[in-house]
């Protein structure tokens, strides 16, 4: 599979567009991570009114089932900061409907950046990587967002208007907190009571996911990437942090992808908007 590369007249249209308005970062054709003492976790942090903006163009998912035929969000706007160990993607995009809730056909709205898992001149396949050649993914949900901010997973919650006649663990003659209640508690949810990270409740809003090729995609053995997204009068603004892929270094070149979800066009899993293998730069420490 080739890599996915866009003309240059586009980018120099993109480039062009972008300096039209007023000051703000530069637009340029690669993700240039800035120098930085500490990697920003704020989508909002001063460190983004200097680092560069690449405008990644974004294309159908149409290579594997379920496919995705009609297309949604046109673009993504990247920035990147690193400290040397840890880096940041700050990723912007538009969405006129905020999707931040699962629930019978409903999707939420997300967003995932992606690097290959080992390095080397010769980069895996972009879409979700190949066999042998396996891909790191920090993927980012509306949804987890809203509970990591306080909002609950219960039925309440979720329904506002409902009314609940009553559940077995609420019953008056279970004390509350005993091993008895406990235990109907786990009976009425059993996914939680094996264990299932899928089940919530969240405590971050990013999950750690590799792939070696579709259909392969699981959990990563460790988590360590973190992130924040934030609402926008437009749509979405999201920081992704996660160490630097590796072999990545000042004055070497890697490559990164980005894919954005639209719940509200029943986007989820592999239908989905995406980018090919971008260029990713480092800046000199300062």
């Known amino acids: 599979m080739r890599n996915h590369s866009w003309p240059t007249v586009m980018i120099v249209a993109a480039l062009a ?3 039209g308005g007023g000051a703000g970062p530069p637009l340029v054709n690669e993700v240039v991570a800035v120098s930085t003492a500490a990697v920003p976790a704020d989508p909002d942090d001063a460190v983004w009114r200097r680092a560069p903006v690449h405008l990644a163009p974004l294309i159908l998912q149409d290579l594997v089932e379920p496919r995705l035929l009609v297309a949604s969000t046109a673009d993504v706007r990247v920035q990147a900061a690193s400290d040397g160990r840890e880096i940041a993607f700050r990723l912007e995009w538009s969405d006129p409907t905020r999707d931040d809730t699962l629930l019978p056909g409903k999707f939420s709205d997300a967003c995932a950046v992606q690097v290959p898992a080992a390095p080397g001149p010769d980069v895996p396949a972009p879409q979700m990587g190949e066999p042998g050649r396996a ?4 993927y980012w949900r509306a949804a987890w ?9 219960t039925v309440r919650d979720l329904y506002p208007g409902a009314t609940v006649d009553h559940y077995p663990f609420e019953a008056a003659s279970l004390a509350k907190g005993s091993p008895e209640q406990q235990a109907m508690v786990d009976r009425y949810a059993p996914a939680r009571a094996l264990g299932n990270h899928m089940a919530g409740p969240r405590d971050r809003p990013v999950e750690d996911l590799v792939s070696s090729g579709p259909g392969t995609l699981a959990p990563a053995v460790r988590s360590v990437s973190s992130g924040r997204g934030v609402r926008t009068a437009t749509g979405w603004t999201v920081v992704l942090q996660r ?16 894919a954005v979800w639209e719940g509200t066009h029943d986007e989820a899993g592999a239908r989905k908007m995406r980018t090919g293998w971008i260029q990713l730069a480092l800046e000199a420490s300062r």
């Open 17 to 19: 567009a972008g300096c």
């Open 135 to 138: 891909v790191e993914i920090s």
């Open 145 to 153: 967002q809203a509970v990591v901010d306080g909002r609950g997973d």
């Open 243 to 258: 160490p630097v892929p590796a072999g990545f270094a000042a004055g070497t070149r890697a490559q990164v992808a980005f």
